[in-house]
């Protein structure tokens, strides 16, 4: 079983920047791939970015790429989602969730076992 919490969100301008990070409990959450998605009103959620277990691999959707960077800390049971020149796109509510196996990373949701309850980041233009 793995709990997940987020935190970090909030308001911020175009061109600013957010981190939002993810709490994992559980001794195995370092054995999970990571990933981020977000939900815009009226959009379906959607595919951010992902880590593998080891924190090598990485991947992130096309219009994110170059902006926004996932890392983890393993000994802190923790990942984060460093948001740079944030645009008013960007506003969503933004979920991490984590999956098994660990060494994988898919853009589909049903693949991940795990979810946070969410935080908002809204980006004012």
């Known amino acids: 079983q793995v709990q997940l919490v987020e935190s970090g969100g909030g308001l911020a301008q175009a061109g600013g920047s957010l981190r939002l990070s993810c709490a994992g409990s559980?001794?195995?959450?370092?054995?999970?791939?990571m990933g981020w998605f977000r939900r815009a009103p009226g959009k379906e959620r959607e595919f951010v970015g992902g880590?593998?277990?080891?924190?090598?691999?990485?991947d992130y959707v096309d219009s994110v790429k170059g902006r926004f960077t996932i890392s983890r800390d393993t000994a802190k049971n923790m990942v984060y989602l460093q948001m740079n020149s944030l645009k008013f796109e960007d506003t969503a509510v933004y979920y991490c969730a984590a999956k098994t196996p660990g060494w994988t990373i898919t853009k589909t949701s049903h693949d991940y076992q795990y979810w946070g309850q969410g935080t908002q980041v809204t980006v004012s233009s």
């Open positions: 559980g001794q195995t959450f370092r054995n999970y791939a």
């Open positions: 880590i593998t277990w080891d924190g090598i691999l990485t």
